[in-house]
């Protein structure tokens, strides 16, 4: 799927960076958000930015008509700085919940002092952490190991991890080859996307 995963991003990317700001918005969003639109992730974080194009007002104006009839939730994260940018995590609110309430999971945000489990209120809570840093413990709500978040945020320069849509701390094969497995499975959801995008197909 290698090469022509590459080909048809290259076209996908080309035909959306010029196309107009809302379907550039939704371009991105329907595919790069396709493994939670799809049901098989918790949550995507989508960082919608072009020049110096307002996306943001966009983005506000317009999410409850691109996410109409998705099931699909959002939170624009950076809500409260003054970029152009729209940085927007879309989610599923049953997967969500499930990811934050795993016992490793409900560890680390209680240290961290998220209002855990109330989902709301720890978005809300992020939201306003964004405003001075960018909290890597998101990566929970986008359903990240959450011993691997730990590993990524109490040893950055730690070498000894496998690579994809997150970090994967440890030497054990059984649990790189999982991982492996959903990279595989968000990738192959996000070619889909692209193809139907492509092919001007209905994507939900």
């Known amino acids: 799927m290698s090469e022509e995963y590459s080909i048809t991003f290259q076209k996908f ?23 939670t639109i799809k049901g098989i ?8 930015k072009r020049g110096n194009e307002n996306l943001k007002n966009i983005w506000k104006s317009s999410a409850s008509e691109f996410l109409h009839k998705t099931g699909i939730e959002y939170i624009l994260l950076n ?7 729209a940085l927007v995590l879309i989610f599923r609110r049953n997967l969500i919940h499930r990811a934050i309430t795993s016992p490793e999971a409900l560890n680390l945000l209680n240290e961290l002092n998220y209002p855990v489990p109330n ?11 964004f405003i001075n840093e960018f ?3 998101i990566g929970i709500f986008l359903d990240y190991p959450p011993e691997d978040v730990r590993g990524f945020m109490s040893d950055k320069n730690n070498k000894n991890y496998a690579s994809g849509y997150w970090k994967v701390y440890g030497a054990d094969k059984n649990i790189i080859k999982r991982a492996e497995k959903i990279f595989m499975q968000y990738k ?9 995008i492509l092919n001007n197909l209905q994507i939900v």
Do not use: W
Not at 41 to 48: G, H, S
């Open 135 to 137: 909290p890597h413990e």
């Open 41 to 48: 992730k918790a949550a995507t974080l989508i960082n919608f």
């Open 188 to 196: 192959r959801a996000e070619y889909d996307a692209a193809k139907k």
């Open 119 to 129: 989902i709301n209120k720890c978005l809300e809570f992020m939201q306003k952490k």
């Open 13 to 35: 990317m080309q035909i959306v960076n010029n196309s107009e700001p809302e379907n550039f918005i939704k371009g991105l969003l329907f595919c790069f958000g396709a493994p």
């Open 79 to 85: 809500e409260f700085t003054h970029s152009k940018n």
